[in-house]
T-cell receptor, first 111, second 112 residues
Framework: DVKVTQSSRYLVKRTGEKVFLECVQD?????MFWYRQDPGLGLRLIYF???????EKGDIPEGYSVSREKKERFSLILESASTNQTSMYLC??????????FGPGTRLTVT | AQSVTQPDIHITVSEGASLELRCNYS??????LFWYVQSPGQGLQLLLK??????LVQGIKGFEAEFKRSQSSFNLRKPSVHWSDAAEYFC??????????FGAGTRLTVKP
C-alpha cells in the first residue's frame, strides 16, 4: 500500500528557532512536494523536487528551504521560524503526470 | 497559469440527500482533474481522477464526477450522503509534469 509519512503530527516551536519537517515516501516516486494549508486558502505549494538534489520554488518559498539527498526523503526547513509560519504542512509525492499521495500533515505552531 | 475555483465555501445537506460540489477551472488545454477529501486533522485522500476518455468518472465511497469541457467544470456528486462524508473536499487541476493547483476547498456538513 502506498505510504507517505511525516515525522511529526504536531510541533510547537519558538520564534527564531530552526525547524525541520521530514517526509518519507515508499513508492519510488520521482516527485515530492511541500504545501502549506491555511483556512480559506486551500493548499499552496512551497517547493517541489523532481529528482534527488533537484528542487523548484513553488508559489510561496520565502522563509523556507528544502533538501532532497535521497529519493525517498524530502525535508522542509524553516531557517528562522516566525509566527506567520504557523500552519498545517502537507507533504505529497507522485509519478510524473499522476495523482499525488499525501502524508497526514504536520500542524506547526510558532509562538 | 491554470486556476481552480470552488464557489461554495461551506455546504450543509441532510443525511440521505443528494450532493453536488462545484468546481470550475481555467486552463488552455485539457488538464487532468482530481477530487480529494480531507477528514479533520488528516492528509488528503484521492476520491477520483480524470485524465481522458469517458467524461463521467467513478470514484471511491460512491462518489462520481463529470467533466464538462464546454463549462470548464468538474463537479462532484453523490446520490445519497452519509454522516461519514462530512469533511473538506478539494478539487485540483494538473498540467505539465509537476504543476497542480488546488481549489480553496468546500466544507461539507451532514445533518442527521
Amino acid at each position: 500500500d502506498v505510504k507517505v509519512t511525516q515525522s511529526s503530527r504536531y510541533l510547537v516551536k519558538r520564534t527564531g528557532e530552526k525547524v525541520f519537517l521530514e517526509c518519507v515516501q515508499d513508492m519510488d516516486h520521482e516527485n515530492m512536494f511541500w504545501y502549506r494549508q491555511d483556512p480559506g486558502l486551500g493548499l499552496r505549494l512551497i517547493y517541489f523536487s523532481y529528482d534527488v538534489k533537484m528542487k523548484e520554488k513553488g508559489d510561496i518559498p520565502e522563509g523556507y528551504s528544502v533538501s532532497r539527498e535521497k529519493k525517498e526523503r524530502f525535508s522542509l526547513i524553516l531557517e528562522s521560524a516566525s509566527t506567520n509560519q504557523t500552519s498545517m504542512y502537507l507533504c505529497a509525492s507522485n509519478r510524473v503526470k499522476n495523482e499525488q499521495y499525501f502524508g497526514p500533515g504536520t500542524r506547526l505552531t510558532v509562538t | 497559469a491554470q486556476s481552480v475555483t470552488q464557489p461554495d465555501i461551506h455546504i450543509t445537506v441532510s443525511e440521505g440527500a443528494s450532493l453536488e460540489l462545484r468546481c470550475n477551472y481555467s486552463y488552455g488545454a485539457t488538464p487532468y482533474l482530481f477530487w480529494y477529501v480531507q477528514s479533520p486533522g488528516q492528509g488528503l485522500q484521492l476520491l477520483l481522477k480524470y485524465f481522458s476518455g469517458d467524461t463521467l468518472v467513478q470514484g471511491i465511497k460512491g462518489f462520481e464526477a463529470e467533466f464538462k469541457r464546454s463549462q470548464s467544470s468538474f463537479n462532484l456528486r453523490k446520490p445519497s450522503v452519509h454522516w461519514s462524508d462530512a469533511a473538506e473536499y478539494f478539487c485540483a487541476v494538473g498540467a505539465g509534469d509537476n504543476d497542480m493547483r488546488f481549489g480553496a476547498g468546500t466544507r461539507l456538513t451532514v445533518k442527521p
